[in-house]
């Protein structure tokens, strides 16, 4: 019994220990690769149907303003072909100037839609025009999550780009521009700038060409699709220039940066509004010192391999030295000759925040280059927030040359939002990418200590309570997400919708009812004068031409309107008679409770028509310092031609039993000046809801003769003379024929 005792003992004790590893399943490349597609179909099929609530609700109609002019594009180009799209010259915008679309418009948008018009077509896939553009910003939304997953797993793992294009499918920040109908832009710019960043992070990492010359192929078709591309030519060879100051450029950097910027910029030159912009502007000088310093650096390392020793650090100082005045003398001769054009407008608006309200009115006007809000940083990131510091830390730790270039996009899109609430929309995808790779870590945190040993189950669900904070975490966020898509983001412009007493929604469709008037009613060379914002969709739904619309090229055009619009009745004909308009159209919200209207967006065009012409005065139109509508309004304000279009006959309207006449729902007061008389127009039309109100511009009636009466007017050839002519036209008289 001992000796059994012993060997019994003693085969426990060769006996290995039990281990709960030894149950895991071996990993399986292709299980993992197949999950890991499944799930980016997944997310891809969210993106777009979380998309689609405008299209379910009001149709398939184009969003905003700008939109339209892109869909009035996209329709020339699928008609008349490339070629006569570039060499469109558009007389319905801007009269009487007109302009040359092909030459100032980003082809990108058009391209892409039309492209798809063609392949559907030859598929024999009847599909209109219209209903690509309105489908174009669902379909490259799931791209764009796809994009933002590469990018990832680039800078730091699969698992945290899952996660990165699980954020990006349902963030409101990108929601906000690619919602169904939102035919713009950034729709399609944000995935190839998402797409230019990844292939330029693998060509560095490989320091292949043949990627260096696909991540230039992605940056032509971003500065093809928007005018942001400015970003990407900054962030790149800020990169560049970073790890060269640091003094850790590599071979790879060298080749994957020379190549993407000589292949880029030859490429972005042959894009007509770009041209020779590509190195003339200001935007562009970063790029040049970056590749500049680039031969700087990597010439001063072969140097100093062929001469070595300290005469070489000596030579390395003075060609640095050389190298350095020669490219500042070059840059200053550059810029004051002119060769090289300054910062836009909108560039130095994000460099100096004032720029904008100091000099350009026109831009600081536009609501998207406002500040940023808190509220609004909450309200389209949402839980990026929260994650993105933990991302940005496990980046900074991870290091390498990709996790700095997503730290480097990260710290300066977080500034340049905070001066231009446009900007959110490039912040968005780093956004998701710090946020994914923080609940990645967290996650990986959680599990490791859940999978440990403990001595009681409440220890383990201890561990295990993170994870399920965070899921929860996850599931808030895709539902703030879905109804920022349906509330916030998916009420176009050109249809208004509200809910009466019983809760059931109401649409206002007061502008489609005003274009189509304007369509049906006036002749078709009529020209209409109102604020630019309008000039888009009139020139696309009415057919009409516009004096001036959102492209704003020409500030003193757009100011002739904003001073015929702040003048009087008489100085506003006289302007419109100078500009040959036959009508007039304002935007009213009083009767509505529309706040986007013409009197409340009155003051910028005060300022704007005031920068032209100085007798307009902006503290005219105040009194006491405030801007009112009413008996204690400014006298100037209450005679000018934009109050009394947009009050006209109001005086005499009552909404409510409780309200005086001419109470004003969005001003909240009652109107000053109830009888207006109009004498040198009339109206024409108001919309059903007094949203769009059009007026038709009298015509002066024929100049009777100028001077005396014809037959007292004195005559200029001189008595003697007229007596002499006289006579000789006896003498020249024939004599009488004979009589039979």
């Not at 292939?199 to 500065?223: D, E, I, K, Q």
């Amino acid at each position: 019994m001992g000796s059994s005792d012993r060997r019994s003992k003693g085969s426990e004790k060769s006996e290995p220990a039990f281990d709960e590893s030894d149950l895991a399943v071996p990993p399986n490349p292709i299980l993992e690769s197949s999950l890991r597609y499944l799930i980016l179909a997944c997310i891809y099929i969210v993106a777009f149907t979380a998309r689609l609530f405008a299209i379910v609700r009001y149709e398939s109609v184009i969003h905003e303003f700008d939109p339209y002019f892109n869909y009035r594009t996209t329709q020339q180009f699928v008609e008349k072909g490339f070629y006569d799209f570039l060499n469109w010259f558009d007389e319905a915008s801007w009269y009487p100037l007109g302009r040359i679309v092909g030459g100032t418009v980003y082809p990108g948008l058009i391209v892409t839609a039309g492209t798809i018009k063609f392949i559907l077509d030859a598929l024999h896939i009847s599909v209109e025009v219209r209903n690509v553009c309105v489908f174009l910003g669902p379909v490259f939304a799931g791209f764009c999550a796809s994009a933002a997953y590469l990018f990832t797993q680039e800078a730091y793992n699969r698992k945290a780009g899952l996660m990165a294009a699980a954020f990006m499918c349902v963030v409101p920040s990108y929601i906000s521009r690619s919602v169904g109908g939102s035919y713009d832009y950034e729709c399609i710019a944000i995935f190839a700038m998402m797409y230019v960043f990844y292939r330029f992070l693998v060509a560095v990492r490989t320091g292949s060409m043949f990627w260096a010359a696909a991540s230039s192929l992605a940056y032509f078709y971003m500065v093809s699709s928007w005018g942001g591309y400015s970003f990407c030519v900054n962030l790149i060879p800020l990169f560049a220039l970073a790890r060269c100051v640091t003094g850790k450029a590599t071979s790879r950097l060298y080749v994957a940066y020379n190549v993407w910027y000589i292949l880029g910029t030859l490429l972005s030159m042959q894009i007509p509004v770009v041209g020779f912009l590509a190195v003339q502007t200001g935007e562009h000088v970063l790029a040049i010192v970056a590749f500049v310093a680039m031969q700087v650096v990597f010439g001063a390392r072969k140097l100093r391999q062929l001469i070595g020793g300290q005469l070489a650090v000596k030579a390395l100082y003075a060609l640095g030295a050389i190298l350095a005045a020669a490219v500042a003398l070059a840059v200053t001769a550059a810029i004051a000759t002119g060769f090289i054009r300054p910062f836009t407008g909108r560039s130095m608006t994000l460099l100096d925040p004032t720029y904008a309200s100091k000099y350009i009115p026109i831009i600081a006007s536009v609501a998207e280059h406002q500040a940023t809000t808190w509220s609004s940083y909450f309200f389209d990131l949402h839980l990026c927030i929260p994650f993105a510091p933990l991302g940005l830390a496990a980046l900074l730790r991870k290091g390498g040359e990709s996790a700095i270039f997503a730290v480097l996009y990260g710290m300066t899109t977080v500034y340049f939002s905070g001066v231009m609430i446009r900007m959110m929309l490039v912040l968005a995808p780093i956004a998701c990418v710090l946020g994914g790779i923080g609940v990645s870590v967290v996650v990986d945190v959680c599990a490791t200590m859940s999978s440990k040993k403990v001595s009681s189950p409440l220890a383990k669900a201890l561990y295990l309570m993170p994870i399920v904070c965070v899921a929860t975490m996850l599931g808030s966020f895709v539902r703030h997400g879905v109804w920022a898509a349906s509330e916030a983001y998916s009420s176009p412009s050109i249809v208004l919708a509200g809910r009466g007493n019983n809760g059931q929604p109401i649409i206002f469709d007061d502008f489609r009812e005003a274009y189509f008037w304007l369509r049906q009613n006036t002749p078709e060379n009529a020209k209409i004068m109102s604020w630019w914002d309008y000039g888009y969709q009139m020139t696309a739904m009415a057919n009409r031409t516009v004096l001036v619309d959102n492209n704003t090229w020409n500030n003193t055009h757009i100011a002739t309107v904003g001073m015929a619009m702040s003048s009087d009745e008489k100085t506003g004909y006289t302007v419109m008679e100078k500009l040959d308009a036959d009508y007039v159209l304002v935007i009213f919200g009083g009767y509505l409770g529309y706040s986007g209207d013409d009197v409340n967006k009155f003051l910028w065009m005060v300022r704007i028509g005031g920068g032209v012409y100085p007798q307009i005065k902006e503290p005219d139109y105040f009194k006491n310092g405030q801007y009112r509508v009413d008996k204690e309004g400014s006298p100037v304000l209450h005679n000018s031609l934009m109050y009394r279009l947009s009050y006209y006959r109001f005086g005499e309207v009552t909404l409510d039993a409780r309200r005086p006449p001419g109470f004003d729902r969005v001003r909240n007061t009652e109107i000053a000046v109830k009888d207006i008389k109009l004498e040198y127009v009339e109206e024409a039309f108001t919309s059903e809801h007094w949203l769009v109100r059009i007026y038709k511009v009298k015509k002066q009636p024929n100049r009777g003769v100028l001077g005396r009466h014809p037959r007292r007017r004195k005559s200029l050839i001189p008595k003697s003379k007229k007596k002499r002519a006289q006579q000789g036209s006896r003498r020249r008289m024939p004599m009488p024929a004979a009589t039979a």
